[in-house]
């Protein structure tokens, strides 16, 4: 029977509690929904939906999964019993084994079939099972780690085929123990039969040269290793007795080479190495870390620290960002140089700024405007007058719905080379900002991460008080065995999402902080409660120096903040500022539109002491000599050394159109053009004589309407779908329980597809209904080949060859022979 | 959050708030290990330094207690990295340690191995050392014991050093305390010393450094040999030990280019040890051929670079440094910590001030307009030329002349850059002038006379700012001084600290023309005093009459 149609069978004889959990685990399934059971059965054996569903499982659940994948054929009926399991999985017990087997088939992974032929009828009362048909194709060619048989390789690496005789009649001749063979698949077999038990293996390896253990157990756990040269010629009979251990192993065909860089571990070696069974590290508990430990105390002193640094920062770069925008490059994202400068500006790091400014932008308080091609902050941004907690929560939430990784900026580029000359050379590194620190899959890594952060504080907490200290090996190790499928996505963002935590306060001190397991239990106003209680308030008053500084003891409210930057140069870098005072911070204040006096006052009023006297003496100071020289607009000038033709000029009521303005005692400007000046001049009976100059190029700036930036909201990726989709979807289900499998088109595709592949496997004829270009259907029987990519290619026995059909032309297929009801 | 008196920032600095209740706990706390850099009214502020940490590690005080400390009495979260920083830099002290052993002589020991690894792997370190004993021992020539402890501060890896020292040719040497007493910070920066072994004791100018090395000196009663900066400074030093110990004429010799007398104790200035005659030293043997239980160096901060290499060898012998400020221009701090040793006792000026032990001083900056014809060739001349005419503007002169009428009657200086200058001064003044070729004779005659107020204003070069004491100075004037160094300041002001028998507040003018380089100049020595604490004003030229005239 089709694996799609045994699977649709037994989803429908569920009961309605084990659908429920079924969709809570795999909620793509009913997404949308599902028109009846085979359909389900056939969303449940599609490859996607089978990959996702292996990404949640942990360790000995791949492993009996996969165990149970090699020791069945679907093709024959050949199942297997949680008994016939613990034979190959070493150090499982039926207790540790059933309720796995279990789940696997709650999850549709799996399920029941009858036992294997043959088998002893003692073995009746055993449930046996077998794997949905996609799985094959989901786990790859080296399920559990073990690599091909020595059939298979024949038949698949023409290479290996054509020296496998000779290779066994060489160890023939030497004496080694195997018979000889005249067919390549012959050779196979022997080859087979004599490395098949771990007594045969070890005898083998008796006389291996020494670190010939140590290279082997490299392929303990993956079947594929990278050798240099994998296809040299090695032979046993040329060995010389200094042989290295790779040669060694190639002269027995131990390893099989798979191209110039690989080679493969068979099947029936990997096997005996693992001393004959299939999983030989199977534990249900995860492994645990040795971690020190850290206080309390010292974890809340670092994210609050942390907090208060990175919400002061921030509030920093978007103030720098305010004064200039950031220029992006052409292509895409922020250049070093421009980096550089405001790391400059905030007197930070220049990766350090880096991390915050895709802090910045993830949480959309810095915009790309379009027009000009820079980030900008958007006017009237609602982060700014928040409270800091929820400043805090707002950066959080950013951070935790972000696709982007920021800590990978400043990293080297990997991925293919890029074509074009100027990116992708050797030593480019990922721009601020810019596409490749794109990931769409961190926020699920790092809602992981978080879990596994917390997992593992709640294990190894002590009892007073203290956190473990965590650090991405950790974190690594267990992700590796909790969900295996995805942890290889994990290595290259662990570390940085670690540090980023750091920064926002959720990891201190190297361990999970109180609000770090609040955000990792998903309770944001636990985590806002615990930071409005100890983040210390702002100050809204500085203490002015003698040494024409400002200190402001705290963090100083931003308003003020902003004041002093216009009037002073911020120094020092923590929880307290510090402004300086000079001549030319003096200077700028003024040129704002300040004077001595609103300086003085705002200084006297938010000082929490006298001013001293330096200070007033070098405002009064620098006021007093500000403007010696001015600059101002005007279109036209008129300069005469008889300063009282001038001033009578300025006294004329005829010239009242120019605007004349006095700006030294022998020249007037004025607002007119110098023509339209010079006529007022000739009617007043004066001859004037017109200098033109270049006339100014006056630009107007385009001011565009930027939208302000919404509040993130996160929320958890969502696990299991809603009650309410569920309920309706089991509705549906059940009303079509008397409706045959075949009847939907959404079960037939998938239907069809299992039949052309098994006919691939069995190398059977199909007969199918395709409709040719032309819109009529015809009837063809046809050998498929392979299924790829919408395509399938197939042997016409008719004529004789080879041809590729779309797969959506196909109508049905079924097995030649088959006699249509 | 608790409400310390500390603000500990990410940059490694540490504030602190003057007025708080607990300030001086805390400051006494952190002096241990963080260096004060500013010391403004309000909020002082200390830098946490490698050096410090590790004189702090040499002081015996360890990671867990420093970073207590700061937790203690910080007002705001400690910077998690500054921690964890803190930690890893004074772990790094001790990791190597210089012994003696009873077979090998001077080895260096670790219970570290690869550290070992790494340093005898350094270029400049292997040649320093002997064979290998084992894992963890290397013998050490004992010639280059200060070369290499200066070797590894510079990779990091300072060794702490057990080694001992030469116990010198005893030499009886009592204090004798009739009609004064050793102030409490003089004994206890002593006994810091003392207990050390070696080391740096800083005390600002007119604090007493010198009774702190008689004392020293009486502690060990040994043979003494003291360096000095130059023949004025050898004359005082003798004086004093005259006055204060047990100690006779014919048991003080002074060791200078004009004499050469070798006693007891001996006085030398670096001057004469640095004279290279044929490429050689010939001086030096003063140094290494007797057998000295103790050598006093005096202005620490100006040891010129042969003195060190000289040093290097002397490792063996207690090493007293003194000083007003470790602050170098040459930035060579690290190499008095090695090889002299680490900071054995520190002071602010403000403390010491406000235990009445020195003046406090009153600066005032007053800025004079350049005529116009001034200006004019000041914004004509050469970049070369433009300090010095700027600085020795005429009107300086002539505000010069209005300020000793202000301060009739009260002892003062004008201290000066350009003896053209100053020898108009002096001239309009009738008063005395000192410059470098002024006979040492004639110096110390002039001193004398100011001293007992036979002459009330003295005009002086930079000759004078060293280790020259003047005891009633009360006013000074600088016209110009050398750029704006903080070095400079810091003696020039030291010249008016000792404490006015009338508790009178010392009087600091420096003259200043206005948007000229003089002022920039002005504007880093302003900054540096008003981070020492002193109070600082700036006025007018034409309101200097009034302002004075008011205060009296």
């Known amino acids: 029977m089709s694996l799609i149609r045994a699977l649709s069978k037994e989803l429908e004889a569920r009961s309605d509690n084990s659908l429920r959990a079924l969709f809570a685990a795999r909620p793509d399934l009913i997404s949308p929904m599902a028109p009846d059971f085979a359909a389900l059965a056939a969303r449940a054996s599609a490859r996607v939906s089978v990959q996702r569903a292996l990404e949640r499982l942990n360790k000995p659940e791949m492993q009996v999964l996969e165990t149970l994948h090699l020791c069945t054929n679907a093709d024959t009926g050949h199942s297997v019993s949680a008994a016939g399991l613990k034979k190959v999985i070493a150090g499982s017990t039926l207790s540790a084994l059933d309720p796995i087997l279990a789940k696997l088939q709650e999850l549709a992974l799996i399920h029941r079939a009858d036992p294997p032929q043959g088998s002893p009828t003692t073995s009746s009362r055993q449930r046996f099972y077998l794997p949905v048909g996609s799985l094959k194709d989901v786990i790859g060619i080296y399920p559990a780690g073990l690599g091909r048989s020595y059939t298979e390789l024949v038949r698949l690496q023409p290479a290996f085929a054509q020296r496998v005789v000779h290779l066994v009649a060489e160890l023939h001749h030497s004496g080694l123990g195997i018979h000889p063979a005249s067919t390549p698949m012959d050779a196979a077999l022997a080859l087979q039969r004599w490395t098949s038990t771990p007594e045969n293996l070890a005898a083998i390896l008796s006389t291996a040269p020494e670190r010939t253990t140590g290279l082997l157990d490299k392929f303990g756990s993956w079947a594929m290793g990278a050798v240099p040269q994998a296809q040299r010629r090695a032979s046993v009979t040329h060995e010389s007795h200094d042989v290295g251990p790779i040669d060694w192993l190639l002269a027995r065909g131990l390893l099989v080479p798979l191209d110039a860089g690989h080679v493969e571990l068979p099947h029936s070696v990997g096997l005996a190495l693992r001393g004959g069974a299939i999983i030989d590290d199977f534990t249900l508990s995860p ?168 997992e593992l504080t709640v294990e190894a907490a002590a009892p007073d008080g203290k956190a473990p200290v965590l650090d991405a090996r950790a974190v690594l190790q267990r992700a590796e065995w909790a969900q295996p499928r995805m942890s290889r996505r994990f290595s290259s963002l662990v570390r940085g999402i670690l540090e980023e935590a750091t ?83 003096v200077r700028r204040a003024l040129d704002a539109g300040q004077d001595a006096e609103s300086l003085l006052a705002f200084l006297r009023e938010h000082s929490a002491t006298d001013v001293p006297q330096p200070l007033a003496y070098l405002i009064q100071d620098t006021a007093s000599r500000h403007g010696r020289l001015r600059v101002g607009t005007s279109a036209s000038f008129i300069q005469s050394d008889d300063e ?77 779908p809603p009650d309410d989709d569920v309920e309706a979807q089991l509705v549906v289900l059940r009303q079509h329980r008397a409706v045959p499998a075949e009847a939907t088109g959404e079960a037939s595709t998938q239907l069809g597809l299992e039949t052309l592949q098994t006919a691939i496997r069995l190398k059977q004829a199909v007969t199918m209904n395709v409709v040719d270009s032309l819109g009529n259907a015809n009837t063809e029987t046809v050998v498929p080949v392979s299924v790829s990519g919408g395509r399938v290619r197939v042997f016409d026995p008719a004529k004789d060859t080879e041809r590729v059909l779309s797969i959506h032309r196909i109508i049905d297929v079924e097995p030649a022979g088959d006699v249509r009801s | 959050m608790n409400d310390g008196p500390l603000i500990v920032q990410s940059d490694k600095t540490i504030l602190l708030e003057v007025d708080h209740e607990l300030a001086t706990e805390a400051r006494h706390a952190i002096a241990a290990f963080a260096e004060l850099e500013r010391a403004p009214e309000h909020m002082h502020s200390y830098r946490l330094t490698p050096l410090g940490l590790w004189n702090a590690r040499a002081a015996g005080l360890d990671a867990e207690q420093v970073l207590d400390t700061l937790l203690k009495y910080s007002r705001f979260p400690v910077p998690h990295a500054l921690l964890i920083d803190v930690e890893e830099t004074m772990s790094r002290y001790g990791r190597l340690r210089l012994e003696k052993d009873p077979q090998h002589g001077l080895v260096m020991r670790t219970d570290d191995y690869p550290v070992l690894e790494e340093v005898i792997r350094a270029k400049k370190i292997a040649p320093l050392l002997g064979p290998r004993i084992d894992g963890e021992t290397v013998v050490v020539h004992s010639s280059q014991r200060g070369q290499l402890k200066q070797l590894l501060l510079k990779l990091g890896w300072p060794a702490e050093d057990l080694a001992g020292y030469v116990d010198g040719q005893p030499h009886l040497i009592m204090l004798d305390e009739s009609g004064w007493q050793l102030r409490p910070y003089q004994k206890l920066a002593t006994e810091n010393f003392w207990a050390g072994g070696s080391g740096v004791v800083v005390l600002p100018c007119g604090a007493g450094k010198t009774l702190v090395g008689a004392a020293a000196m009486a502690t060990s009663s040994t043979t003494t040999l003291i360096l000095v900066t130059n023949t004025v400074s050898a004359r005082q030093w003798k004086d004093e030990l005259l006055k204060r110990t047990s100690l006779t004429e014919d048991e003080v010799g002074e060791y200078s280019g004009a004499v050469k007398e070798v006693r007891p104790v001996t006085i030398a200035t670096y001057q004469v040890l640095t004279t290279k005659r044929g490429g050689l030293y010939p001086h030096l043997e003063l140094v290494d051929g007797h057998d000295w239980g103790l050598i006093i160096y005096d202005e620490v901060h100006l040891l010129p670079a042969p003195i060190f290499r000289m040093t290097a060898d002397l490792q063996a012998r207690r090493r007293l440094g003194l000083t007003a400020t470790l602050v170098r221009e040459d930035g060579r701090e690290g190499e008095v910590f090695s090889l002299i040793g680490p900071k054995r006792y520190d002071a602010p000026w403000k403390d010491i001030e406000a235990q009445g032990y020195i003046a406090p001083a009153d600066c005032v900056e007053v800025r004079v307009d350049l005529p116009r014809d001034e200006r004019v060739a000041y914004a004509m001349a050469d970049d ?117 028998q009338d508790g009178r507040a010392a009087r600091f003018y420096s003259l200043v023309a206005r948007d000229t380089l003089d002022q920039d100049f002005a504007a880093k020595r302003q900054r540096f005093l008003a981070e020492q604490g002193y109070a600082y004003r700036i006025m007018d030229a034409k309101d200097v009459g009034r302002d004075v005239g008011q205060e009296q």
């Not at chain 1, 609040?518 to 040494?547: F, Y």
Request: aromatic letters at 4%; glycine letters at 6%; charged letters at 20%.
């Open chain 1, 287 to 454: 492994p645990v870390p040795e971690l020190g430990h850290t206080s309390a105390a010292l974890r809340r002193n670092a994210a609050m620290g942390a907090i208060a640094e990175t919400l002061r920062l921030a509030n920093e770069l978007l103030f720098a960002v305010r004064e200039q925008p950031l220029a992006t490059l052409r292509s895409g994202g922020v250049g070093v140089r421009e980096l550089r400068r405001l790391a400059e500006s905030i007197r930070l790091g220049v990766q350090q700024t880096a991390i915050l400014l895709e802090l910045c932008a993830l949480s959309g308080l810095l915009r790309l405007d379009v027009d000009s091609s820079t980030w900008i902050q958007p006017p009237s941004l609602e982060w700014l007058t928040l409270p800091r907690q929820e400043q805090w929560l707002w950066l959080v939430n950013a951070w935790l719905a972000s696709e982007r990784a920021p800590s990978l900026v400043g990293q080297p580029l990997t991925g293919p080379p890029s074509t074009s000359a100027h990116h992708g050379a050797a030593g480019a590194t990922i721009n601020a900002l810019s596409a490749e620190a794109q990931r769409p899959d961190a926020p699920v890594v790092r809602r992981r991460v978080l879990e596994i952060l917390n």
């Open chain 1, 503 to 585: 920064l926002l306060g959720l990891m201190g001190s190297g361990a999970l902080t109180q609000l770090g397991s609040a955000i990792a239990g998903s309770q944001p106003e636990k985590a806002m409660t615990i930071l409005g209680e100890h983040l210390p308030a702002a100050v809204n008053h500085i203490l002015l120096q003698a040494d024409l500084t400002a200190v402001a003891p705290g963090y100083l409210a931003p308003e003020l903040s902003e004041t002093l930057l216009l009037m002073a140069d911020a120094e020092g870098q923590g929880p307290a500022s510090i402004y300086r005072f000079s001549a030319a911070t």
């Open chain 1, 644 to 720: 009282t033709a001038i001033s009578e000029l300025l006294h004329e009521a005829r010239t009242s159109v120019l605007s004349l303005v006095r700006i030294a005692p022998t020249v007037l400007t004025s607002s007119a053009s110098p023509r339209e000046t010079a006529r007022v001049l000739r009617e007043l009976g004066l001859s004037p004589a017109v200098q033109e100059a270049e006339s100014a190029v006056v630009r107007f700036k385009r001011t565009t309407a930027v939208p302000g930036s919404a509040r993130p909201v996160y929320t958890a990726p969502r696990t299991a």
């Open chain 2, 384 to 500: 070369a030329d433009k300090y010095r005419l700027c600085a020795t503007s005429e009107t300086k002169t002539k505000l010069v002349e209005d300020l000793v009428a202000v301060h009739k009657g009260e002892q003062l200086l004008v201290i000066g850059q350009y003896i053209d200058q100053l020898d108009e001064i002096a001239e309009r003044l009738d008063a005395p002038l000192i410059k470098g070729e002024t006979s040492v004779k004639a110096r110390q005659k002039l001193f004398d006379a100011f001293r007992k107020g036979e002459i009330h204003t003295l005009v002086v070069s930079k000759v004078a700012n060293f280790s020259i004491d003047l005891p009633e100075a009360s006013v000074a004037i600088q016209v110009s001084g050398s750029f704006g160094s903080r070095q400079e300041e810091a003696q020039r002001l030291g010249r008016l600290l000792r404490p006015k």
